[in-house]
Structures are given as C-alpha cells and as structure tokens.
C-alpha cells in the first residue's frame, strides 16, 4: 500500500492546488498525466534510467581471515584489490557477525519507522546535527527530496557508557531501552568487523597490515538506518539520489527487497540482496587515505511502487580530529599526491553545512579548502 509523500513529511505535504501552477482543469495539458508526487521529489529524466543487470562478482568469504590461513588471506586481499581498484564496492560473507544480531536490528529499525509521527518527531534531527530523525532531509534540502525516511546515531567505544544506549533513552524514552541495546550490540560488531576489513584493506594496498586499523581503533562512528516508502513514481524520484559516501568504509545490509544500485563501467548495476552477507563500500576519505588509488564507490538506492524497503547502514569514520593523509610508502610508490592533507571533521563539516555530498563532493571539498586556505609558495 502506497503511503505516498505524507508518510516521509510532517505535517503532510498538502499537495498545491494545481491552479497554483498556472493550470487549470480548462486547460489541455491538464488531462497530461500529472505527477502524483509532490514536485520536490522529482528528479530529472536524465537522471534516472533503471538499471537492469544485476553485479555479479566474487563475494569475499572472510573465514580464511579468521582461522589465520595467509593463502586464503592473500586471495581475498586479491579479491578485494580488483574490486577497489575498479568500483570501490564488494560484499563479504562468513564475516562472524551474529545473523541472529542482525534479524533483531532489522526488526527493531521497523518498529521505529511505524511508530506514529508524533513519536518520530520525539528524536528529530536538529539544525546542524546529523543525530536523529530525519523526514526526506525536508528540513536541508527543498529539491530532489529522498524518498526515505533516516534515524542517524554515532557510536564509539570509550568508556563505559554506551552513546548509542543514551541516544535512544534520551530521545525516545524507557520503552526504547531495549532497542538502544540491540544498535549498541550491532555497531559495535560492525566496528569490529570494520578493523578486519582495514588490514586486509592494508594488505591489498601493500602496506603496512596494522597502518588502517590503527588510524581508525579509536574512531566514531555513523549508524543510520533507512527506511524507503513505496512510492507511486518510482520513475521519477530516487530513495537515495547518486552519490559516493564521504566517509571512509561502509558496511550496509538490506532487507530482502532490494533497490541499492552501484555504478560499475558506466552502467548502474542491481545488487540482489542476500541474507547471509553484508555489503561493504568505500567511501570519499578513504579513496584519500589510498592516494586515490581506490575507488569511491558511487552508488544510489531506487525505490518501488508497492514495498517498503530498509536497510542498516555502519559509517566508519576515523576520529574527528585526525589527519587524513595517506601511508608515506604508498605515496612514494605513486609520485605525487592527489589530495591535500584534511580533517575528517572538516570533509564532515562540508557536507552538513556547505555542500549535499553526491557524486564529486571529494574534488568540491578540495577545492573548498584550498580556495579558503591557499598554498603558500613562498
Ligand atoms: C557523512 C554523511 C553524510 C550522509 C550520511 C553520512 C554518509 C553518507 C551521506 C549521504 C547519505 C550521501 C547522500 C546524500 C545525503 C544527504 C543523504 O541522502 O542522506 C548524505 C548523508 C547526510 O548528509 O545526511
Ligand atoms: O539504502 C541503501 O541501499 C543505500 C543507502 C546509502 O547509500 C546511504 O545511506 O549512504
Ligand atoms: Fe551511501
């Protein structure tokens, strides 16, 4: 069942009057299909085109990694080196997080999105803030609205006390103890799995093995879960518009509806989902901490006309503070260097206040920062 806009805007959006258009019932082209969507959502023809093929390359089984069998190991560095180097996307399976743990996520991220509004409104994001939650990002943007609704939480480990615990309990009350429970125990297998994932990232770059996982051992880190209406149009709005992530590693799952799309020699490409793995894809800071190397992968999530769709989506991000540079060997390997030292608080600083991360927000924050602090060549 179609909930259309007013799902994902509070109040409603009450759609305008067609005569606020200049049209009016006498005219012809009233009687052209109109769009049944507000006309925030739509996005150019140009920008759609459905994919069609499906990706289908090796999925990286990382049991070999966990049983210390350096043949395995090396073959899956293999593996995940011609995917870097190619689209900057690949999915691992035996990855020893929890299926149970990731059932329960998923179910806890569905009673959220049906609770009623004034509940939702409860956690609501605010000015300037990425925790919370966020109806079609409304409240940022006034064109090309996603068709999505988001809940975004950060997670890091220090202490005792659990950010993620507090960020439910502080929010949404006593009753969603249970569920800050559940995200505290999910990011932080995700984190776990991220430092696997950052040595064998490491060893495919030929690099020191411990270089990525030291640089990102003490990081925060993003949780945000997606939840993607039906939608009437599905020609004509997206879930989640083009874009590489600004971050630096990705670990999504989604549910078994499927709609995320990755852009891979020039064509948008499906990828079916699968239960037992998770997807995993490089983001714009770590396409800078390989020298440019790797790919960011540029990806989007499409919506349908008749189910939901939702998927959990770990952002690994290093410290605030740190200095994103890449390792000096591999520098030396490549001549030159492609970006400019930067703060990940800055990148993320860009892409809350200045910029609406998409597919070129790397090469707009170079410039940015280079037009706001120019090289001094004397
Ligand atoms: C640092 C971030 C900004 C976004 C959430 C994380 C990583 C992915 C980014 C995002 C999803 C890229 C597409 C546009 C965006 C505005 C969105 O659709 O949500 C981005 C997120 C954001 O700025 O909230
Ligand atoms: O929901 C998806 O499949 C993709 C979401 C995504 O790319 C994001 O939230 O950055
Ligand atoms: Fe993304």
Not at 232 to 252: K, M, N, R, V, Y
Not at 307 to 314: A, G, Y
Request: hydrophobic share 35%; with cysteine; proline share 6%.
């Amino acid at each position: 069942m179609d909930l259309g806009a007013s799902t994902l805007l509070c109040p409603p959006l009450e759609l305008t009057d067609k005569k606020e258009h200049g049209v009016s019932p006498s005219d012809s082209s009233f009687f052209k299909k109109q769009p049944s969507i507000p006309m925030e959502f739509i996005w150019a023809k140009g920008e759609m085109g459905h994919a069609h093929e499906e990706l289908r390359e090796p999925v990286v089984d990382l049991e070999g990694f966990f049983a210390g069998d350096e043949v395995a190991i090396q073959h899956a560095a293999m593996l995940v080196r011609a995917a870097c180097l190619n689209h900057g996307f690949f999915q691992v399976i035996n990855h020893r997080v929890d299926p149970h743990l990731i059932t329960v996520a998923h179910d806890h991220m569905e009673a959220f999105f049906k609770l009623p509004w004034s509940k939702k409104l409860r956690a609501q994001r605010k000015p300037g803030s990425l925790w919370g939650y966020s109806g079609a990002h409304a409240d940022r943007f006034s064109l090309k609205l996603p068709w999505k609704e988001t809940l975004s939480f950060g997670f890091h480990e220090n202490g005792s006390e659990s950010v993620v615990e507090d960020f439910f309990k502080s929010t949404l009350g006593e009753e969603f103890e249970q569920t800050g429970l559940v995200y505290q125990k999910y990011c932080q297998a995700m984190k776990d799995l991220s430092l696997v994932l950052m040595e064998l990232l490491a060893i495919s770059l030929g690099v020191d093995r411990l270089h990525y996982r030291n640089f990102f051992e003490d990081g925060s880190s993003i949780m945000r879960c997606n939840n993607y209406p039906p939608c009437q149009e599905p020609g004509l709005a997206f879930g989640t518009g083009p874009h590489c992530d600004p971050t630096s590693l990705t670990i999504l799952h989604q549910d078994q509806v499927g709609g995320l799309e990755v852009y891979v020699n020039n064509k948008w490409r499906t990828i079916r989902p699968r239960r037992d793995a998770l997807v995993i894809n490089l983001g714009d800071t770590f396409k800078a901490l390989s020298n440019g190397r790797y790919k960011s992968c540029l990806h989007r999530a499409v919506v349908n006309r008749y189910k939901e769709r939702r998927s959990l989506v770990f952002f690994v991000c290093p410290r605030e503070d740190r200095v994103v540079t890449p390792p000096q060997d591999l520098v030396c390997r490549e001549g030159t260097r492609k970006y400019p030292d930067f703060k990940w608080s800055d990148l993320l600083e860009f892409t809350q206040k200045y910029y609406r991360a998409d597919d070129a927000t790397l090469q707009n924050f170079t410039k940015w920062l280079l037009s706001s602090n120019p090289p001094n060549h004397h």
